[in-house]
């Protein structure tokens, strides 16, 4: 089975693709461009909607739905979102259909046509500053710290499984202020959450940083986020949060009494992570042989894996196996026995290598006897030999190795694949044979960014927060630069 | 507070509307039949599915995800289902919006015009089975045992807050079987899944019955339901299970290699609950002061509330307070301990009854030196004294308590709502005097059952599966019955 995929070094495009397919992570669906989660992809996508969402929760945020369709004049309320989002998307323009006339089927029913309409949200800034119009009148109500876990319809002409997708699933955090620095911070934070999800969960190593003017949201005022590295050296967005400043509030006219009774807009916020983060979990740390799952978001922990001839063996190991099973669920792990007939240990050691269940116990009669089985790890694939009676303290320990070692190589990795980089030349150089970050200095222009995308395909993925805070000279223009900025090409 | 809305005799259907409004559960958005889901309401859906979730897995099944998008030639692959949902629905007919030439805004781009068009789902029976041919070969490919919690669009005309609305969240079980009996045990399991949540969750007793032919599932070979009652007498269909033969295994051709190596279609089954239960939750136990919750579902189980004059005495209770709080709390409990300086006790009390906190403390001066504090039930209003040191072992037999009344409150009212009636007379008159459940004989003919409907407006609810079994003589035509059937006006 785990020959079954194209290995990195050959086509890391299709290695992706055979492995979402392989692993049973997802697939495309007959309807263009939109995906089938399946039920093992979706148990990790559940594990990391768990996961943010406790985190939105302990920062104070609520969750709430609004609707899926955006009418058409909502969308043009703010010059800058109308522009960013006016465009590829579903179209909603009639309400029934009705058995055609002459036999041939189901038609759309032209006396059904919407007098508006109807958008199907590729966000949902409009929709719910339209309703914060009406929830908002005091200082009292705010702040308005609200979260949405939501499908979201982008009409992409390019798709891929989990990091491009006309339909995706995503939460899209929205929040109102009463100062600007409130609104601010809250920004930050949730920004930093983001980053804290991804080291701490996906154990994926990120930058924080600020967009460019010409990558922000269109609607913002500042756009920041957190850039991945995947292992064929290209960067990839994680997670988004936007200051918005007023914008919104002056479109939908939101307004507070301030403590001082005078009417002031409200100041707002937007953050958002999406089923991407599937393909980031999957590009960042999995190999030739499948998937590799950080433990913190394994739906699956260990898997018991018997091996036997006879009944009786059989029996003696599956007792044991239910033994240990239970210790260990009972500490809050998620154990399978595997006990099918049906299948050979070797298959079943491929299929689970294949979806990447961090830690694998194998039993069999001479373990039994000797008291201590084999216990092997999916991400070094290292074996060793654990006694019986310590499994259940070893395991839990085992498992928070695993969850460090992968964020340890990920980290070893991306700061192997970021380069200091002073002259154009070089960067280009970087950027062809070696890929990765590159922090070069740049005049702070969008035509020097544009240039440099043009030329290179690559693109400034953020201003970073720390780090490489040196003046210096931009790397095409000479011209002065205040700090470093972060390219790469991106997904 | 408690005084703004309408009282239930006064006007049971704005009762319900001021209490949706009033307890911030939900309101109507400006897009046309949808609703925004307020945190307050949605914290109480968020507690539905994960009791309901659990259920499900707990039964074996695991959760997915399938496009929005249903492609119209979809639809019209089930005979009946095309009949029942090819109607009134949402359809995307566009992909681009673009700049009018004449500078008057967004248009919809006429060159982006889609080749075939696609329903926002009304069910996902359609594009679930056209994935389930791809999945399933053999018998080992079975069962299959999926949900998908998701959201659906239906062109409603009149729509209510949470009872019908355009688009509404839900969860719909998709499930494939090796043989007839299996997927008729899935779908009588669900149905029990759902008669147990509505009644040890929702504290809501519910029929459990067959539909007849004109109300079942289009597509469907049988439909049983859970039917609740409200505060009215009127039925509400509280969820559905529909056991689909081999109708959608037909239509997309789904086939399996079974045990004798012959090919056969699938077995399917189908089940759904959505945000209407909150509807049923809100109508069959609120009172004219707001909410009642069942504290299996309520987001905060017990709120304290300080009374005091000088800021020593409010140091002292909130002292006492705060570890009130944390004890409940580690037990599993929901606290929320309101100390808001800008709102008086009495307009607290008002809110949380509003809201249907189950369970309200009162802390003043007194109580401290006492040793006792009050103690306020939301679902009956009795208040009663309680030592500070039995609180944190009382409470949690105070909230049982309360459940097992707000169930056994409903469970009267319903059995003193339910009528067996003998005479078409009888029928009508109970119909036009009291409501409720009419228990009565029919012929089992659609002709008869539409007489009444359009005579009466009672609707055949279900034919019950327990109880009623004795013969009888169809009310309407003296024509010999099986059992007596369900009827009721409904929601």
Same mark, same amino acid.
């Given at each position: 089975?785990?020959?079954?995929?194209?290995?990195?070094?050959?086509?890391? *495009?299709?290695?992706? %693709?055979?492995?979402?397919?392989?692993?049973?992570?997802?697939?495309?669906?007959?309807?263009?461009?939109?995906?089938?989660?399946?039920?093992?992809?979706?148990?990790?996508?559940?594990?990391?909607?768990?996961?943010?969402?406790?985190?939105?929760?302990?920062?104070?945020?609520?969750?709430?739905?609004?609707?899926?369709?955006?009418?058409?004049?909502?969308?043009?309320?703010?010059?800058?979102?109308?522009?960013?989002?006016?465009?590829?998307?579903?179209?909603?323009?009639?309400?029934?259909?009705?058995?055609?006339?002459?036999?041939?089927?189901?038609?759309?029913?032209?006396?059904?046509?919407?007098?508006?309409?109807?958008?199907?949200?590729?966000?949902?800034?409009?929709?719910?500053?339209?309703?914060?119009?009406?929830?908002?009148?005091?200082?009292?109500?705010?702040?308005?710290?609200?979260?949405?876990?939501?499908?979201?319809?982008?009409?992409?002409?390019?798709?891929?499984?989990?990091?491009?997708?006309?339909?995706?699933?995503?939460?899209?955090?929205?929040?109102?202020?009463?100062?600007?620095?409130?609104?601010?911070?809250?920004?930050?934070?949730?920004?930093?959450?983001?980053?804290?999800?991804?080291?701490?969960?996906?154990?994926?190593?990120?930058?924080?940083?600020?967009?460019?003017?010409?990558?922000?949201?269109?609607?913002?005022?500042?756009?920041?986020?957190?850039?991945?590295?995947?292992?064929?050296?290209?960067?990839?967005?994680?997670?988004? *949060?936007?200051?918005?400043?007023?914008?919104?509030?002056?479109?939908?006219?939101?307004?507070?009494?301030?403590?001082?009774?005078? %009417?002031?807009?409200?100041?707002?916020?937007?953050?958002?992570?999406?089923?991407?983060?599937?393909?980031?979990?999957?590009?960042?740390?999995?190999?030739?042989?499948?998937?590799?799952?950080?433990?913190?978001?394994?739906?699956?922990?260990?898997?018991?894996?018997?091996?036997?001839?006879?009944?009786?063996?059989?029996?003696?190991?599956?007792? @044991?196996?239910?033994?240990?099973?239970?210790?260990?669920?009972?500490?809050?792990?998620?154990?399978?026995?595997?006990?099918?007939?049906?299948?050979?240990?070797?298959?079943?050691?491929?299929?689970?290598?294949?979806?990447?269940?961090?830690?694998?116990?194998?039993?069999?009669?001479?373990?039994?006897?000797?008291?201590?089985?084999?216990?092997?790890?999916?991400?070094?694939?290292?074996?060793?030999?654990?006694?019986?009676?310590?499994?259940?303290?070893?395991?839990?320990?085992?498992?928070?190795?695993?969850?460090?070692?992968?964020?340890?190589?990920?980290?070893?990795?991306?700061?192997?694949?970021?380069?200091?980089?002073?002259?154009?030349?070089?960067?280009?150089?970087?950027?062809?044979?070696?890929?990765?970050?590159?922090?070069?200095?740049?005049?702070?222009?969008?035509?020097?960014?544009?240039?440099?995308?043009?030329?290179?395909?690559?693109?400034?993925?953020?201003?970073?927060?720390?780090?490489?805070?040196?003046?210096?000279?931009? @790397?095409?223009?000479?011209?002065?630069?205040?700090?470093? @900025?972060?390219?790469?090409?991106?997904?």
């Amino acid at each position: 089975m785990g020959k079954e995929i194209t290995a990195r070094a050959q086509d890391y *495009s299709q290695w992706y %693709l055979d492995l979402v397919k392989k692993a049973d992570l997802a697939e495309n669906s007959d309807v263009r461009g939109c995906m089938v989660i399946k039920p093992y992809g979706f148990s990790i996508w559940e594990k990391m909607q768990q996961g943010l969402d406790k985190m939105f929760k302990d920062t104070g945020h609520v969750n709430a739905y609004f609707p899926l369709f955006v009418p058409k004049s909502f969308l043009a309320k703010e010059a800058s979102h109308v522009e960013g989002f006016a465009k590829e998307c579903a179209i909603v323009t009639h309400y029934r259909l009705k058995n055609a006339e002459d036999g041939s089927g189901i038609m759309v029913d032209p006396d059904a046509k919407l007098e508006e309409e109807l958008i199907v949200r590729p966000t949902s800034e409009t929709v719910i500053w339209n309703s914060y119009k009406k929830w908002i009148q005091s200082y009292r109500d705010l702040p308005l710290l609200i979260n949405q876990w939501a499908n979201v319809v982008r009409w992409e002409m390019r798709t891929r499984l989990f990091l491009r997708t006309t339909e995706f699933l995503w939460q899209e955090g929205h929040t109102a202020h009463e100062t600007a620095k409130e609104a601010k911070d809250e920004t930050l934070q949730m920004l930093n959450v983001y980053a804290d999800f991804a080291e701490n969960f996906m154990a994926l190593p990120v930058y924080k940083g600020k967009k460019t003017e010409s990558e922000k949201f269109p609607g913002a005022v500042d756009t920041y986020c957190i850039e991945g590295i995947m292992q064929d050296g290209k960067a990839l967005q994680c997670g988004t *949060s936007h200051f918005l400043g007023q914008n919104f509030a002056k479109a939908f006219d939101v307004q507070f009494a301030g403590r001082d009774g005078k %009417l002031d807009h409200v100041w707002g916020t937007s953050w958002g992570v999406s089923t991407r983060l599937m393909g980031a979990l999957i590009m960042a740390h999995s190999d030739d042989d499948g998937l590799i799952v950080p433990p913190r978001l394994a739906p699956i922990h260990v898997v018991i894996v018997p091996i036997f001839k006879t009944d009786e063996e059989y029996e003696q190991i599956t007792k @044991v196996a239910n033994q240990v099973k239970k210790d260990l669920q009972e500490k809050g792990y998620s154990v399978k026995y595997d006990n099918r007939n049906t299948h050979k240990p070797g298959f079943k050691f491929a299929e689970y290598e294949m979806r990447g269940v961090p830690v694998r116990i194998t039993i069999g009669p001479r373990d039994l006897a000797s008291g201590a089985v084999e216990v092997a790890r999916r991400d070094t694939k290292e074996k060793a030999s654990m006694k019986l009676e310590e499994l259940v303290s070893q395991i839990p320990v085992l498992l928070e190795d695993i969850q460090k070692s992968i964020y340890q190589k990920a980290l070893a990795f991306r700061e192997q694949m970021t380069t200091h980089v002073d002259s154009y030349d070089d960067f280009k150089k970087v950027l062809d044979t070696k890929g990765g970050f590159v922090l070069a200095h740049w005049d702070g222009t969008t035509e020097t960014e544009t240039k440099i995308k043009d030329e290179t395909k690559a693109t400034i993925r953020c201003i970073p927060l720390e780090g490489s805070m040196e003046k210096g000279k931009c @790397v095409v223009t000479g011209k002065p630069s205040e700090q470093r @900025v972060l390219f790469a090409r991106a997904y």
